[in-house]
T-cell receptor, first 114, second 113 residues
Framework: DTEVTQTPKHLVMGMTNKKSLKCEQH?????MYWYKQKAKKPPELMFV???????INESVPSRFSPECPNSSLLNLHLHALQPEDSALYLC?????????????FGPGTRLTVT | RKEVEQDPGPFNVPEGATVAFNCTYS??????FFWYRQDCRKEPKLLMS???SGNEDGRFTAQLNRASQYISLLIRDSKLSDSATYLC??????????????FGKGTLLTVNP
């Protein structure tokens, strides 16, 4: 089963709201990722977790706060976002880091900031 | 030179055609190579890993030339369902024990009846 699930599918939030995106995988993968994708652009890496520890932060603004409660779950906490943060947020997982194994993506959360 | 560069497209081909996508990468230390496909408003899905010896999966053939830093994807007997954006993806060490996927901008393929 190569499934990564994400909730919610769609989210509309105001600039003063606090919300969280959730991601789950049951493939035993020990690396999990958050990406941001704008329309007609490739995904951009935001964060990498390896064995539940943050290993890469691609200079993401602090209004995005990742959390990895256990090896199957990955959250992205959102606070005081800007309209330009509206995008598709993708979660992915892979067997491990290092070792550049294939990544499997979830369906994404389509976020609109108003 | 961009890290990963793909044919800009779009490609419009009739059903049954053979279509080839090309991709070049700038980091000679890159270690793994993949083709993903992405349907409109969906997530990227892994299509194939790409190996130096070349690999084939049904109608799809991927090739890697490390000396030229070049990757290709060939689709034979294209189907309407092949219509998607094809993303060339390269993995390289980004410092210490960290690896990072770098995506090309993608090439849009439309297969017409």
């Amino acid at each position: 089963d190569t499934e990564v699930t994400q909730t919610p599918k769609h989210l509309v939030m105001g600039m003063t709201n606090k919300k969280s995106l959730k991601c789950e995988q049951h493939m035993g993968h020990r690396a999990m990722y958050w990406y941001k994708q704008k329309a007609k652009k490739p995904p951009e890496l935001m964060f990498v977790y390896s064995y539940e520890k943050l290993s890469i932060n691609e200079s993401v603004p602090s209004r995005f706060s990742p959390e990895c409660p256990n090896s199957s779950l990955l959250n992205l906490h959102l606070h005081a976002l800007q309209p330009e943060d509206s995008a598709l947020y993708l979660c992915a997982s892979s067997r491990q880091v290092p070792d550049p194994y294939e990544q499997y993506f979830g369906p994404g959360t389509r976020l609109t900031v108003t | 030179r961009k890290e990963v560069e793909q044919d800009p497209g779009p490609f419009n081909v009739p059903e049954g055609a053979t279509v080839a996508f090309n991709c070049t990468y700038s980091n000679s230390a890159s270690q793994s190579f993949f083709w993903y496909r992405q349907d409109c408003r969906k997530e990227p899905k892994l299509l194939m890993s790409v190996y130096s010896s070349g690999n084939e999966d049904g109608r799809f053939t991927a090739q890697l030339n490390r000396a030229s830093q070049y990757i290709s994807l060939l689709i034979r007997d294209s189907k309407l369902s092949d219509s998607a954006t094809y993303l060339c993806v390269v993995t390289a060490n980004s410092g210490g024990s960290n690896y990072k996927l770098t995506f090309g901008k993608g090439t849009l393929l439309t297969v017409n009846p």
